[in-house]
């Protein structure tokens, strides 16, 4: 179970770091990956250390829900964006995010 929520992490912050690289600058993108690697090593070590499904789920929604608002601030900031190609990207990588997530729920519960 812990080796999943790591695998999903990894997939999550790589897709963010792949949306902010089309969209913003290198500095921008820089500080958002180091933001998101402190904060996935922090939610490894509880989740390592306490490996409960309830907190496995709470540490997956707290994942999405930072990666969520990164990007959307990100986004924001870049509003031009919203009509090119980049949109198309970044909703699609959400759908996928949620698609997994879904999946890791629907099987933790059985």
Request: proline share 0%; net charge positive; glycine share 0%.
């Amino acid at each position: 179970m812990v080796v999943v929520v790591v695998i999903v992490m990894v997939v999550m912050v790589v897709v963010m770091v792949l949306v902010v690289l089309v969209v913003v600058k290198v500095v921008v993108v820089v500080v958002v990956v180091l933001v998101v690697v402190a904060v996935v090593v922090v939610m490894v070590v509880v989740v390592v250390v306490v490996v409960e499904v309830v907190v496995v789920v709470v540490v997956v929604v707290v994942v999405v829900v930072v990666v969520v608002v990164v990007v959307v601030v990100v986004v924001g900031l870049q509003s031009k964006y919203f009509l090119s190609c980049n949109c198309i990207l970044i909703k699609s990588s959400f759908f996928y995010i949620w698609l997994l997530m879904r999946n890791f729920y629907l099987n933790s519960l059985k």
